[in-house]
């Protein structure tokens, strides 16, 4: 069998190395860790499954970070989803300690939010952020520009 | 600043050790093509399909194989064969991914549902057995058994006159001293990580079942059935100790024999001249080999191991362990029947199909002496022990059946690929299939069932709630004799006089969006035309009665219908409903309790003239007769 992952890489070391970069994403996009858990699941399942062969390390972080948009994608359109009460953390479980600048973060639109998140934390430029949620550079500069007005005036002074 | 700030934030964010070392043993599983355990793919699939919960879109029902093949019990092992099946299973699965899940705790939950699910049904299958046993000392309610003579253990019971009850490990004995209860002693059954899951109390015996999932180097699952003599209130006396190490799956009390069953799931570090690494034991010595028995194509390396244990002398009679797995118990005076799912995988033009098959296995009770008797398979799963009942040497069975296809080239599972269908079988005693109703309800699942002799009724729901009423006269031809269709479902069922069968359940809107409790008596004198006679809404959310039935006291004797319930402004009070054929259900009282706590493990029960409602912290008492709020005693 061919090996679908860049070299010396396997499927239990991949996720040794992105779960947290896949779970980080879903959990800024559907903010809870339940969503997050189960978008994890399904984003490695397929990878599993994927008839693709990765050229490189970024190729495959990629191809995790388009699959997980995706995948919260379906999450968020889902009517059950839309139907129900959103699941809160903190009445079953500590939530994860964060800072103000999360809090607001979270309470962008999802659009923005996913910007933000692959711009700021993840590094990438606005031309590959297009590339990964499959939209226009344009678009996705006008998004971290209106992202970055709305935190400015929650977040005085941060940005 | 910004960019620091988050980046840091997302530093704390990752996933839980637990949730990470699931997903990754699942993960490496499917990623080994040849190794593939189907039943967890199925598994997250059909999880994945829930928490995506398109369930409410109509599927297209999809023709599916109905030849259900048999399962072979073999006996007469000697522990070389037992190691050798062992053996074979680990070589073929990828092992150490399934038990390295099971010492996170999902083997915990995985007993906890079992435990839960065999907790869920029960009932009798008559009207108004509760008040079956009529003590020296009084007349008492009983916990809401399935079925009349079989006891089910449970939190709180009473002999007439004392009432044994659980709070953290201690046993409570109060006396009910005719409405003004009075605290006898409180005794220290469990040390450090042991759980006390239930109580059985005959004459003066008291048998205790203490749960403890200790980590000792190794993970230790136990069981143990504690026998106490309760003849001196104030000096209780822990007579004898018995051991299972497994996860507790149910037990039951027949006359003075109780029965206790566990589930022992075999670890991978076996060997083949240590019988006690592969096989469960009882009290620390292994089973013996001619009580082992094994299910050929068993799914997972796990036994059911059943003890019977004298109640009089705390001694052991008999030990039997089944290799295969157990899920439900359904259990009466003769027989015991337990079953397990599985997922089957076929191919066909293009098209790859799960669907799931429920293997029955049937054992013999007479006098504390367990005998395998037979197995049988069905297709779909039962919902709980309601779910089977025999009756004439024939066992009845409703299930629902979960069907996944996707075409080959594509295994990522969309919920549009999965559909369910309930059926209804008739097995004989040996359990071969002789009768059977299939395809119904396409798209539902059975929410709750109840046999009363010839007749067997079911409830589904994805909308609205139809409930089946079968004629099961003749059992090679089972027929559906009406189907009635009404707004929400019926989660619990039970027997309410002549003609008559009150459901416990939830109330919908007609698309079936659920807005609360409600009661529902149905008209079930002419089979062929059942109704809905009257039903009332709860002014509550939520209630124990929901999830098992000994939450619930439902006694057509004494005209009582009483549940605890909370609404969703995290109110609890006390429901206690009559019913009169002219008007309906009218409610008797509507009571605060000690406070507005939530009450998990709250029974009710009532001894002579006065009802006690029992949690873990007190006793409230009324008159049973005007439901006035005489005592409370708080330990």
Redesign the interface.
């Given at each position: 069998m061919i090996n679908k992952f860049p070299e010396n890489m396997s499927?239990?070391t991949v996720?040794?190395k992105y779960?947290?970069t896949v779970?980080?994403l879903a959990?800024?996009r559907v903010g809870n860790?339940f969503?997050?858990?189960?978008i994890?699941?399904?984003v490695?399942?397929?990878?599993?499954?994927a008839n693709v062969c990765f050229n490189d390390e970024e190729h495959l972080k990629a191809w995790l970070l388009k699959v997980t948009i995706n995948c919260s994608k379906?999450?968020l359109k889902?009517?059950?989803?839309k139907?129900?009460e959103p699941l809160n953390d903190t009445i079953t479980?500590p939530t994860?300690?964060?800072?103000e600048?999360?809090l607001q973060?979270a309470k962008l639109p999802l659009k923005y939010r996913t910007v933000?998140?692959l711009h700021?934390?993840e590094g990438y430029s606005c031309s590959e952020i297009a590339q990964i949620t499959a939209s226009n550079e344009a678009t996705v500069k006008t998004r971290l520009k209106r992202a970055r007005e709305r935190?400015q005036t929650t977040?005085k002074?941060?940005? | 600043?910004?960019?620091e700030?988050?980046?840091?934030?997302?530093q704390?964010?990752?996933?839980?050790e637990q949730?990470?070392r699931y997903?990754?043993a699942?993960?490496?599983q499917?990623?080994q093509p040849k190794r593939i355990n189907f039943n967890a793919i199925i598994a997250?699939a059909l999880s994945?399909v829930l928490?995506?919960?398109?369930?409410?879109?109509a599927k297209k029902p999809v023709p599916i194989n109905q030849y259900v093949g048999e399962s072979t019990l073999m006996e007469n092992l000697t522990y070389d064969t037992i190691y050798n099946s062992i053996n074979k299973y680990m070589q073929k699965q990828s092992y150490d991914s399934f038990i390295d899940i099971m010492d996170d705790g999902f083997a915990y939950l995985i007993g906890g549902l079992a435990r839960d699910e065999a907790a869920t049904g029960t009932a009798e299958p008559s009207a108004g057995q509760d008040n079956g046993t009529v003590n020296l000392k009084g007349e008492s309610s009983t916990t809401n058994n399935q079925v009349q003579g079989v006891d089910e253990a449970d939190l709180v019971k009473n002999d007439g006159r004392y009432i044994y009850s659980i709070k953290d490990g201690f046993l409570v004995v109060t006396d009910s001293n005719n409405g003004n209860p009075k605290l006898v002693t409180k005794k220290s059954l469990t040390t450090g990580g042991e759980t006390v899951t239930g109580l059985y109390v005959n004459g003066n015996r008291l048998a205790v079942i203490i749960e403890s999932y200790r980590f000792s180097g190794s993970y230790a699952p136990n069981v143990k059935i504690a026998v106490l003599d309760i003849t001196d209130k104030e000096n209780i006396k822990v007579i004898k100790e018995i051991n299972q190490n497994g996860y507790y799956n149910s037990s039951r009390m027949i006359g003075d024999t109780v029965y206790l069953l566990s589930n022992h799931y075999v670890r991978d570090n076996i060997d083949r001249d240590k019988a006690e690494t592969y096989v469960p034991c009882v009290d620390n010595a292994a089973i013996r080999e001619t009580d082992i028995c094994v299910i050929e194509d068993f799914e997972s390396p796990s036994y059911l191991v059943v003890s019977s244990v004298d109640m009089e002398k705390g001694e052991i009679i008999d030990n039997t362990a089944i290799l295969g797995g157990a899920q439900n118990v359904y259990c009466n005076n003769e027989n015991l029947f337990y079953t397990f799912t599985k997922n089957e995988k076929s191919e066909a033009g293009g098209k790859v199909e799960y669907k799931n098959e429920t293997t029955i296995v049937k054992l013999s009770l007479k006098n504390g002496i367990i005998k395998t008797e037979a197995t049988g398979k069905v297709m779909g799963m039962p919902l709980n022990q309601f779910s089977m009942d025999e009756y004439q040497n024939n066992l009845r069975i409703v299930t629902t059946v979960d069907i996944t296809t996707h075409s080959k080239s594509s295994?990522?599972v969309s919920s549009a690929d999965s559909t369910t269908k309930n059926a209804l079988y008739v097995l004989d005693k040996d359990l071969k299939q002789i009768g059977q109703i299939e395809d119904l309800a396409k798209g539902e699942r059975v929410y709750s069932v109840r046999f009363s002799g010839e007749v067997g009724y079911f409830v589904t729901f994805k909308q609205v709630d139809p409930l089946f009423t079968v004629d099961l006269k003749d059992p090679a031809d089972p027929k559906i004799l009406s189907e009635l269709k009404i707004p929400g479902f019926s989660e619990y069922l039970h027997p309410y006089g002549e003609g008559r069968l009150f459901g416990f359940g939830k109330s919908a809107t007609e698309q079936g969006?659920v807005t609360g409790l409600k009661i529902s008596m149905f008209d079930v004198s002419n089979p062929a035309d059942v109704s809905e006679l009257h039903l009332s809404s709860v002014p509550a959310d939520w209630s124990e009665a929901s999830e098992t039935h000994k939450a619930i006291m439902v006694d057509a004797k004494k005209n009582i219908i009483a549940f605890i319930a909370t609404d969703d402004v995290a109110k609890t009070r006390l429901f206690v409903y009559g019913y009169s054929e002219g008007n309906g259900f009218f409610k008797k009282a509507e009571a605060k309790l000690t406070n507005d706590s939530f009450y998990y493990g709250a029974r009710l029960l009532w001894i002579n003239d006065y009802f006690y409602v029992v949690t873990k912290d007190s006793i409230v008492t009324f008159s049973l007769d005007t439901f006035e709020k005489l005592n409370t005693i708080e330990f």
């Open positions: 499927v239990d996720f040794d779960c947290n779970y980080r959990y800024a860790k969503d997050a858990e189960d994890l699941q399904t490695f399942l397929k990878l599993c499954k379906n999450l889902s009517a059950f989803t139907l129900c479980a994860h300690e964060v800072s600048v999360y973060v933000v998140h700021y934390f935190l977040l002074g941060e940005i | 600043m910004f960019e700030k988050y980046r840091t934030d997302n704390s964010i990752v996933p839980d949730a990470k997903i990754k699942k993960i490496i499917n990623s997250i994945l928490a995506l919960g398109v369930t409410l879109i295994s990522f969006a």
